[in-house]
């Protein structure tokens, strides 16, 4: 889940201090607009009508993967408008992915606070390892905080109680189980937008929600799912500018000879992203086995691997890529 409180993501319907109205599922059409039709020539020629109609939107899809900024305009998209924006209001994620965190604290449309939510509790020491809350406070300005929603008999209240009760404006659901996404309309402020990032499978997938809060507390859902080009070309210009890290993605890597195994069975696979480099020969292992690879093996490589992987807080980096491809036979 991903909560957020007075942000610009997801349609909420709150003004945005660039002064753009931001899109909401009920006000993203553009004011009705008068349309002039032209007069026919010719024995049947009428005089000039006047009507009325409201002109087609075009795409809304936006450059991120996590929810749709703010300020969707009619003929362009208004994402880069956005970059500057200071932080504001409360997100939540649930269940959390990596990825998703470092895009909502470094995109530019950053909310006030941010809630991080799963019942994996290493998953989530994981990611507070990764993501210090002091020092994502004192750096981006932005309130972390980690909840496990498996240890409370009230996880509503627990995510609630983090925006003092009055909900959060942003709630990115990544799991497509139906008492995740009950949770996720239940911790919906006012205006807030449900993001159910996760597609289900099954075609009949269906679970329930506050539909009071629907008419009474303008709450909305919205889904959204993989990615454009546009999203692709942000995300390169956010890591080449250092605002991005993909590395917080990957947990495994491997070589040719690990892909087709890696393929069929990834759902069985626990971690993130498998970096597999083609022309090498080296099968799958997670970054953290590194080390207990080289003990079983006897193969020092293993344990050079796992010392620069420890040393860049257990993220694969350049300088162990370099040792890989230098150390390791070419499938060519």
């Not at 201090?17 to 009920?26: E, F, T």
């Amino acid at each position: 889940m991903a909560l957020l409180r007075k942000s610009t993501l997801a349609g909420s319907m709150k003004t945005a201090r660039s002064g753009i109205r931001p899109c909401s599922a009920r006000i993203c059409a553009p004011a009705m607009r008068t349309v002039r039709i032209a007069p026919m020539k010719g024995p049947t020629a009428k005089k000039l009508k006047m009507v009325s109609r409201r002109p087609m939107m075009p795409s809304e899809k936006l450059s991120t993967s996590i929810s749709k900024p703010a300020g969707v305009q009619v003929l362009a998209h208004a994402s880069q408008r956005l970059i500057s924006q200071p932080a504001s209001g409360p997100m939540i994620m649930a269940p959390m992915g990596l990825g998703a965190i470092t895009y909502a604290l470094h995109c530019g449309r950053k909310p006030a606070i941010l809630t991080v939510a799963d019942i994996n509790q290493e998953r989530l020491d994981r990611a507070a390892q990764l993501f210090d809350p002091a020092t994502i406070k004192a750096e981006e300005g932005v309130e972390v905080h980690f909840a496990n929603t498996g240890e409370t008999d009230d996880p509503a209240g627990l995510l609630r109680a983090i925006t003092d009760g009055k909900g959060y404006d942003d709630v990115l659901c990544y799991a497509p189980v139906a008492p995740v996404v009950t949770l996720c309309s239940a911790i919906l402020g006012r205006d807030g937008c449900l993001n159910f990032f996760a597609g289900p499978t099954d075609k009949n997938f269906s679970a329930p929600m506050n539909f009071y809060d629907v008419h009474y507390n303008s709450t909305h859902v919205m889904g959204t799912t993989g990615g454009n080009t546009d999203d692709m070309i942000e995300s390169l210009e956010l890591t080449a500018d250092g605002r991005l890290d993909p590395a917080v993605m990957v947990t495994h890597i491997g070589g040719l000879d690990a892909a087709p195994d890696a393929t069929l069975t990834l759902p069985k696979i626990p971690g993130g992203k498998k970096l597999i480099y083609t022309h090498i020969t080296l099968p799958l292992i997670a970054l953290d086995e590194l080390r207990a690879q080289g003990e079983k093996t006897g193969d020092e490589r293993f344990t050079t691997l796992a010392d620069i992987v420890d040393a860049h807080n257990g993220l694969w980096n350049p300088e162990a890529e370099r040792f890989l491809l230098s150390n390791w036979p070419d499938e060519g």
